[in-house]
């Protein structure tokens, strides 16, 4: 019977060591292994790429070229000039006639005949009012003429600064054609002397023509305060009538009494100022045609004091890049 159940009793042990063997073994998961294998390439890659940055860091020098250096629009206006060349206020461009100052006054001495004292002042108040219109309107017309001309002469002006930027673009730009796209690190010695010498001469062309800039304003500061002057003198004669159209609300004896003293005055008041205006109105006109002359005249004079500067800078700088062309390792 112990023969039969031995065999038994053997399988029994050997399935319960074979069960404790696989209890004693780890689990793995195999999508897990998957997962870490791939986290451990991901990690060598993020360590090659997260190299010593010093090891692969270029400096890289700041570069300019020779195109990019050259003048381009040296000179500008300055603030003075700048201000003029707003366009001046929308108003009639024909300068007026001189109103007719004798058949005015002519008219307003008639006045004084009429036999009703009341129409009398009517009428006188009335004559008064026009002449001060008339004459006011004729002012204010030779004025706005001066303003148109005096803004065409500075916009003449800046026609000429364009034409001397134009120029010295130009000059350069045909003295350095073969040098045009050259790059050069700006620690470069010849493009160091290029970038000084353009410095240089540009301030210089700056300068001189600030003086003729100065100049002109001046002159036309000179004008605007004359005829500023001329037009204040219009106003000045009819201050008194001011005053005798206070009396009576402009119709009365009273009134009548004060424009009768006032009329010989008020005649050869109101006759010289318009006749002052209108010769300085003529006087800063003919002025701005010569003022512009004369600028025109400055900027020559002025370019060709600069001649010299503007060979020494193209024979320097073209020397230079030119021996920079067959002997690159000396000029860093």
């Known amino acids: 019977m112990v023969h039969i159940w031995q065999p038994v009793l ?80 929308a108003g009639s461009a024909e300068l007026q006639k001189p109103p007719n100052l004798p058949e005015m006054f002519t008219k307003l001495s008639s006045g004084f005949l009429s036999p009703n004292i009341f129409r009398i002042g009517e009428n006188v108040k009335k004559l008064l009012i026009g002449i001060r219109e008339k004459v006011q309107s004729y002012g ?36 350095f054609v073969e040098y045009r796209d050259v790059c050069l690190p700006d620690e ?27 100049r002109f304003a001046e002159e036309l ?5 004359s005829v500023d002057e001329a037009q204040r003198m219009m106003d000045g004669p009819f201050r008194k009538i001011d005053n005798c159209l ?8 009273s009134f009548l009494t004060c ?12 006759t010289a100022a ?12 003919g002025q701005l045609t010569e003022r512009v002359d004369k600028y025109d005249q400055c900027v020559v004079k ?14 320097s700088a073209k020397g230079c890049l030119k021996k920079q062309q067959t002997q690159p390792e000396d000029f860093f």
């Open 10 to 89: 053997l399988l029994l042990l050997g399935l319960i060591a074979t069960l404790s063997t696989v209890r004693s073994t780890e689990h793995v998961d195999i999508f897990e292994q998957f997962e870490n294998e791939n986290a451990t390439i991901q990690e060598g890659k993020n360590v090659t790429e997260e190299a010593d940055p010093d090891d692969e860091v270029q400096t890289q020098q700041p570069t300019s070229c020779v195109e990019d250096v050259l003048p381009s629009d040296p000179v500008v206006m300055n603030e003075k000039l700048e201000k003029e060349l707003e366009p001046p206020a």
């Open 140 to 175: 204010r017309s030779a004025v706005a003429k001066f303003e148109q001309l005096r803004h065409q002469a500075v916009q003449r002006v800046k026609q000429k600064m364009d034409e001397v930027n134009a120029k010295v673009r130009e000059r350069f730009e045909n003295e």
């Open 188 to 214: 470069n010695s010849c493009m160091k002397l290029l970038q000084a010498r353009i410095g240089q001469y540009e301030e210089e062309l700056r300068q001189n023509m600030e003086q003729c800039n100065d």
């Open 221 to 225: 500061a000179k004008q605007r305060q």
């Open 246 to 253: 206070d009396r009576d609300a402009g119709l009365g004896r």
């Open 259 to 270: 424009v009768g003293s006032a009329m010989g005055n008020l005649a050869k008041g109101v």
């Open 274 to 285: 318009q006749e002052r205006l209108t010769q300085q109105m003529r006087k800063v006109s």
């Open 302 to 315: 002025r370019r060709r004091l600069l001649e010299q500067s503007e060979r020494q800078l193209s024979e």
